[in-house]
């Protein structure tokens, strides 16, 4: 026995026999019908309508056979629709290919078999209609052309709808096209409609007629016209057709946003398509963005009118706690530490709003570079001092990993630590310890603040990184905050490469971990400089008192900037532009604090600034990537205490004295 082979059309040949849709449905006289026909004329006892499946050969009509299928590899039409004719076999005990098969040697004990291929609409050879015979015969010519004849009818059944099914498909798609939301339509590639579903006329307005007889370019914007004649040229071309939008017009003069998805049949020449009225989407993003832009101004605005005043008052309350005007008394000191204390906690707030608004815009900058963080870690636990004196606590360095270097923005870094730290002073118990310890775990550094607290909530920690997250009913909501910190401490950790993440317990205390990839220099590679330890001295430049121009709007601001260098530089003051080049031309000046954003909008004029000397920016906003690297610092006012300030001045009036030729390291304070 020899088991028919596979055509080379098969997986096309099974696809078409399944769109038939007939494999496994029930008798069917139409069908029925034909097979019986077939054994009166032929005069056997055998007749099927049989369909050839990837493994058997399944019969949808048949005569004088029990069975509804038997295996493909034991067919005879398995082989008959190899052949575009009539495939007969005389004799099977014979014939090399079916002598011993079973259905030969056994029951039905087949000697005789005609089949001519059927095929589906595609051409595809889907099965056969065959006439079996349990005594050898011949088949003459005319009874090949009549068993063809016979089996063109059975392709038309195979083929073929029943009037009932037609109307029900034609009343589905009626139904369909009347129902859909979206707007149907079959169109010719000149933009002519054929058909059209009726959500057309419920969006447009117009009747059905109407839009028939009108082109589609009639209804478009003008503005919009040759976009829609491109993308219908695209599918002339028989190119792929995009997602499209453009304007049409209403039967009432307004306009309607119609967002196209469409396919084409290049055979027929028509276009199938789907548009959807977009136009509330439209007014909605219209809108949002207008409120995206009312929120940018009033996020400026409250850095002009907030930053500059709170700047001026914290400034005033540093140098009264610091004496100025001398030694007041204990209960005014008091009231005056308690202002100062608040108008930080306020400064606080709009740092964390501004910061939170340029990470939603992606706006916010980052100046990474390679940085030793035990010197970081150490500029943080001074900066903190204070505070820890306030709360009765301590901070503690431990550095494990000496020199260790990574990838960061220094000022990005040391905001991190200043929520993690002020955190941990916030909720330790009074005598505690804070430790900030740096060691090295695995390929990454490892950054962590200890505290010995009573630890984070179960019902809180879900939640903690999230914006405005508060422990309701804890210490949280007694130890105030704006619940922003962490979420900006979380997205900065993450702009850096690293991650942020924490571990705690009842009463166990809480500990943050900043993790970094380590940084390791190219053999040869020069290390990058690293930002200097700020200075707490107090002598001033030696020789005559420097000029520092400042050029400023704000007189509290300038006031206040006078009175905290007053042991350091003689401060010249230049409320705008013109008042600034007229105090250049009076002579040199070593040293130019300036306040880049004028009150008015835009910003100043650097250039001649920068000519005349090394330039402080004292601003309420950070300066953009290229402005700041034309100067030799960028101090942001809600973020410089007094100390910063008149440290950074220190520093760069020292190098001009010295004849220094380069700028002190950016990320200098």
């Known amino acids: 026995m020899i088991p028919p082979p596979l055509p080379p059309d098969e997986p096309r040949r099974l696809q078409a026999l399944l769109r038939l849709g007939l494999l496994d449905t029930p008798a069917e006289e139409r069908f029925d019908r034909i097979v019986r026909m077939a054994a009166r004329m032929f005069r056997v006892p055998i007749t099927l309508v049989s369909l050839v499946d990837g493994s058997r050969q399944w019969f949808k009509a048949r005569v004088g056979l029990e069975g509804s299928s038997t295996e493909r590899s034991l067919s005879f039409c398995g082989h008959a629709i190899l052949t575009p004719h009539t495939f007969v076999v005389r004799d099977a005990l014979e014939d090399l290919r079916f002598a011993d098969n079973p259905f030969v040697t056994g029951e039905p004990h087949v000697r005789f078999y005609a089949g001519h291929p059927l095929h589906a609409t595609d051409g595809s050879a889907v099965g056969t209609l065959c006439l079996i015979d349990r005594q050898a015969r011949d088949f003459s010519e005319e009874e090949r052309q009549l068993l063809e004849d016979l089996a063109s009818w059975v392709e038309l059944e195979l083929n073929a709808l029943t009037v009932q099914e037609a109307r029900t498909a034609l009343a589905q798609q009626e139904r369909f096209f009347e129902l859909s939301v979206d707007m149907l339509c079959i169109a010719g590639l000149d933009g002519t409609f054929r058909r059209l579903s009726r959500a057309w006329t419920r969006t447009l307005g117009y009747s059905e007629q109407t839009l028939l007889t009108t082109p589609l370019l009639e209804l478009v914007h003008e503005e919009d016209r040759a976009s829609t004649a491109e993308w219908l040229a695209r599918g002339a071309r028989d190119e792929h057709l995009p997602y499209f939008e453009h304007r049409c017009r209403g ?7 119609l967002q196209w998805n469409a396919t084409i049949n290049p055979e027929e020449g028509i276009l199938y398509g789907v548009a959807r009225d977009v136009t509330e989407q439209k007014r909605l993003e219209a809108e949002r963005r207008q409120v995206e832009r009312m929120k940018s101004e009033f996020v400026s605005t409250v850095s002009h009118e907030l930053r500059t005043p709170l700047t001026s008052i914290r400034g005033s309350l540093g140098l009264l706690e610091g004496g100025i005007l001398g030694e007041l008394p204990p209960q005014a000191q008091d009231m005056v530490r308690i202002a100062r204390t608040n108008t930080e906690r306020l400064i606080r707030l709009i740092n964390d709003i501004l910061d939170l608004e340029k990470m939603e815009s992606g706006k916010l900058d980052f100046h990474l570079e390679s940085l030793e963080l035990s010197a970081l870690l150490a500029q943080a636990v001074e900066a903190h001092h204070g505070y820890a004196e306030e709360c009765g606590a301590t901070v503690e360095l431990a550095v494990e990993a000496p020199e260790a270097r990574a990838m960061v923005d220094g000022d990005r870094l040391l905001q991190v630590m200043a929520n993690l730290l002020s955190n941990a002073l916030k909720f330790s118990p009074r005598g505690e310890r804070v430790t900030l310890r740096l060691a090295r775990v695995g390929t990454r550094l490892r950054v962590s603040v200890e505290d010995r607290g009573p630890g984070i909530p179960e019902s809180f920690r879900a939640r903690i990184f999230e914006k405005f997250a508060q422990a309701d009913g804890s210490d949280t909501r007694r130890k105030g905050g704006t619940g922003l910190g962490l979420s900006i401490s979380r997205a900065l950790v993450e702009q850096m490469g690293g991650t942020l993440d924490f571990v705690t317990g009842d009463g166990l ?29 107090t002598e001033s430049t030696p020789g005559a008192r420097p000029r520092v121009l400042h050029v400023e709007a704000d007189e509290d601001n300038r006031r206040v900037v006078a009175d905290v260098l007053r042991d350091v530089a003689d401060v010249v003051p230049a409320r705008n532009p013109p008042e600034a080049e007229s105090a250049l031309r009076s002579g040199p000046f070593p ?16 250039a001649p600034l920068l000519a005349a000397g090394p330039v402080v920016l004292f601003s309420v906003r950070e300066a953009e990537p ?44």
């Open 509 to 537: 205390g809480t500990t943050f971990r900043v993790e970094l990839p380590e940084w390791h220099a190219e053999t040869g590679a020069s290390a990058t400089p690293m930002p200097q330890q700020v200075e707490k001295t």
């Open 626 to 669: 290229e402005v700041a690297r034309q100067v030799s610092a960028v101090l942001v006012k809600s973020r410089a205490s007094n100390e910063e300030l008149r440290s950074a001045v220190l520093r760069l009036l020292q190098s001009a004295a010295n004849g220094a030729h380069s700028l002190p390291p950016r990320g200098s304070p």
């Open 251 to 257: 039967q009432d003069g307004a306009w309607h946003w």
């Open 591 to 606: 040293l130019v604090i300036a306040e880049p954003v004028l009150p008015e909008g835009g910003l100043l004029p650097l």
